[in-house]
């Protein structure tokens, strides 16, 4: 209360500095006020600023590890890929061989079924010509025989 009173006490009218139970009131009113808004206001925004500053942290740590096992997982699809290519490319090469294959045999076989049916042909040819032949050089010996014949005859 004494210090109410200080304060109350006329002030004498002068200098440049009028050093009376103001100071000391307004020194305990800043600490007070200071006090007062670190527990009420700064403690509290401190502590969101500090869960933020660590959810931030953690939220980049979870990020990295993401985008690291991202990377290995787009590697290893790039492996398999590059695999699957490999296969497709070798799959086709052997492809195009057994094509290839079946072709030349395909047309080895028409060939020989060519080669047979030729001969075949041929044969049957043979056999008709020969056939002719005969049947002609039989109505020769007849028509020879006519000719003698009748000449004989005559």
Do not use: C
């Amino acid at each position: 209360m004494t210090w109410l009173l200080l304060a109350e006490a006329g002030v004498p009218e002068g200098g440049l500095f009028d050093l009376d139970a103001t100071l000391p009131l307004m020194a305990v009113q800043v600490v007070l006020l200071t006090f007062l808004l670190n527990s009420l206001f700064f403690r509290p925004v401190g502590k969101v600023v500090e869960d933020r500053e660590g959810y931030i942290a953690t939220s980049r740590a979870e990020a990295k590890q993401k985008l690291e096992q991202i990377n290995r997982l787009e590697a290893d699809l790039q492996d398999q890929l590059r695999g699957a290519r490999q296969a497709a490319q070798s799959a086709i090469v052997e492809a195009e061989q057994e094509v290839d294959r079946l072709y030349r045999e395909a047309l080895a076989e028409a060939e020989a079924e060519a080669n047979r049916t030729r001969e075949k042909a041929r044969r049957e040819i043979e056999s008709q010509r020969e056939s002719a032949q005969a049947q002609l050089m039989s109505q020769v010996d007849q028509l020879s025989a006519q000719i003698i014949n009748r000449l004989l005859a005559a």
